[in-house]
């Protein structure tokens, strides 16, 4: 079964912290993407993948940068942390049709303070 | 642009009773449609999609191109149906899939 693994389930950070999220999936798939989960908002897209370092941006990219050095691994960073940053935030790989499904990790919950 | 729209944020039935969770999208092309589940303390997970025609946990789904519709239906709730819906939509050739806001669906006992 494929496995999409977020590093952190809760993280805690400060206004203006450098905060690095981490994704990596195990079944050699070729897109990855980072959503944030807001109640009443759904799921908004952050930035996609569908390559090694191959970005491209989602519907709310600002604020944030991803990187994707190596396929199974695709980080989401938080430049300078602000409040409204605080959410759930998803990551999830596919294979390459959008046809097939998409894979989600089990979500880290960011709070900023 | 793609758009999806899920009017209610919460709907709550009986159980036994008949559920229809509603979606509506905006797009001008020929759109790959889907629904995920998410349960309680679970991941996001696919529940069905359009094109595989397919009934998974009772639950159906038809694509109504005139009315840019694709509602999820089920003919008689389960308390294990307890659980937030959204749908989401893909456009041709794109590589990235876009969510409604989500519906939060409560079986009554």
């Known amino acids: 079964d494929v496995k999409v693994t977020q590093s952190s389930r809760y993280l805690v950070k400060r206004t203006g912290e450098k905060v690095f999220l981490e994704c990596v999936q195990d079944?050699?798939?070729?897109?990855m993407f980072w959503y944030r989960q807001d109640p009443g908002l759904g799921l908004r897209l952050i930035y996609f993948?569908?390559?090694?370092?191959?970005?491209e941006k989602g519907d709310i990219p600002e604020g944030y940068s991803v990187s994707r050095e190596k396929k199974e691994r695709f980080s989401l960073i938080l430049e300078s942390a602000s409040t409204n940053q605080t959410s759930m935030y998803l990551c999830a790989s596919s294979p390459h049709s959008l046809g097939e499904k998409l894979f989600f990790g089990s979500g880290t919950q960011l709070s900023v303070l | 642009a793609q758009r999806v729209t899920q009017p209610e944020k919460l709907l709550s039935v009986f159980k036994g009773a008949p559920v229809e969770l509603k979606c509506n999208y905006s797009?001008?092309?020929?759109?790959?449609l889907f629904w995920y589940v998410q349960y309680s303390r679970q991941r996001l997970q696919l529940l069905l999609r359009h094109i595989s025609r397919e009934s998974i946990k009772g639950f159906t789904a038809d694509l109504n191109k005139g009315e840019t519709s694709f509602h999820l239906k089920k003919p008689f709730a389960q308390e294990e149906d307890s659980a937030m819906y959204y749908c989401?939509?893909?456009?041709?050739?794109?590589?990235?899939?876009?969510f409604g806001q989500g519906t939060r669906l409560t079986i009554n006992p």
């Open positions: 797009y001008s092309g020929s759109p790959e």
């Open positions: 993948s569908y390559d090694v370092k191959m970005k």
């Open positions: 079944m050699d798939h070729e897109n």
């Open positions: 989401a939509l893909s456009g041709q050739g794109a590589q990235k899939l876009v």
